[in-house]
């Protein structure tokens, strides 16, 4: 007679199929974690299907996708008004996820994750969804706010946060089911060896209110003079360009401030620039900063929220933090780092040294455990 195995341990599932949801694949730190999450799931031989609002054009900058990747888009313009965009895009996306039947759906920021639970409800799929920003500008300041964010995430399996900050906003049964994983940063970051050879303070991102670029353009204004040599650069384009080409010549800084608009090469932008400066307001996990830290190049951040710079930064170690709006500040910060050359090499160093924890490979690996202990607990 065969001998019975009672109590045996079950199989333990693993993620073969993810539907991944984001607005677009426009440049955004949102849109490069995705990215790079969907170049190692995909190589890890997890089938990815990618949707998006509706599809950008050629002439639009965006991050490259593996064209093995399945794709959909939820509209063909992004015309409409708020309520028919959304009811069309929920509907849409619910019919997609019940066709593809994935393992998880995965759906980044907040708009995005509101429709995705939406869509997703009565549907037997894992949902993990990722806040990507500070919550109370994702979800609202306030009481009311934070009621009606709790009870949307409350139907998701699972919460990915960048900060603990960012946690803490939401209700403690929020948080028993949620994970806070920095954001990978790409190999070639770490590949790059930083040389620091051009007289350039640099500054990477949207030029958007939240980045709080007008900050910079006036602390650097007031130290211009001291140091004839070094121009000031910002990669990104937004809705505020011209209003800060304006201030600049109202600064009459004009010639010395560079707007590059974007560009494909950040890391050789990075090996070679004096000093990265990051002026938000409010930031999520800013990749950009983390990239900075990742070649070596010596940095200084506003302490924002929800505490990204600071859970990546020790001030005076790897990095120096500034008050938030500080203009005093920035202004003492950037005249300290430029007239000292050992500071500026010890901070740069470190920074690399300190980044190595957020490879992408040791990253994405968390995200991959995460979603196995989702779909795990049955």
Given at each position: ?378
């Amino acid at each position: 007679m065969a001998k019975v195995s009672y109590g045996a341990k079950r199989e333990k599932a693993e993620v073969k199929k993810i539907v991944m949801y984001i607005d677009s694949m426009g440049h955004g730190g949102a849109q490069r974690v995705m990215s790079i999450l969907i170049d190692n799931l995909t190589k890890s031989k997890v089938h990815v299907v990618l949707v998006n609002d509706f599809k950008l054009s050629n002439n639009e900058t965006q991050y490259s996708i593996d064209e093995g990747v399945k794709r959909y888009y939820l509209q063909d313009k992004i015309e409409g008004n708020f309520f028919s965009k959304n009811i069309k895009r929920i509907h849409n996306l619910r019919k997609i996820i019940k066709f593809e039947k994935p393992d998880i759906v995965l759906s980044f920021l907040g708009n995005p994750n509101k429709r995705m639970l939406l869509a997703t409800i009565g549907i037997s799929v894992r949902k993990v969804v990722s806040v990507r920003n500070d919550p109370n500008k994702e979800y609202g300041a306030g009481a009311f706010h934070r009621i009606i964010a709790n009870l949307i995430l409350g139907l998701s399996d699972g919460v990915i946060f960048q900060t603990k900050d960012a946690q803490k906003y939401f209700s403690k049964s929020i948080q028993k089911k949620s994970e806070v994983i920095f954001n990978p940063v790409s190999d070639v970051f770490f590949d790059t060896k930083y040389i620091g050879d051009e007289k350039t303070i640099v500054s990477i991102g949207r030029l958007e209110q939240q980045k709080n670029n007008a900050l910079l353009i006036n602390a650097y204004a007031k130290i211009a003079d001291k140091y004839p040599d070094y121009r000031l650069v910002f990669y990104g384009q937004g809705s505020l360009a011209k209003e800060l080409q304006q201030l600049c010549s109202d600064l009459h800084i004009s010639s010395r401030v560079v707007f590059a608009g974007d560009t494909n090469n950040v890391s050789e932008v990075l090996e070679h620039c004096g000093l990265f400066v990051l002026s938000s307001d409010y930031e999520g996990m800013p990749n950009s900063l983390m990239e900075a830290m990742a070649v070596g190049v010596p940095c200084i951040s506003t302490d924002c929220p929800c505490g990204g710079p600071k859970e990546l930064i020790v001030n005076g170690q790897d990095g120096v933090l500034v008050d938030v709006g500080n203009l005093k500040q920035l202004e003492d910060a950037i005249c300290m780092l430029l007239n000292d050359d050992i500071s500026r090499c010890r901070l740069g160093q470190n920074a690399k040294e300190e980044t190595l924890r957020l490879k992408s490979s040791i990253i994405c690996e968390k995200w991959k455990s995460f979603f196995e202990k989702i779909i795990n607990c049955m």
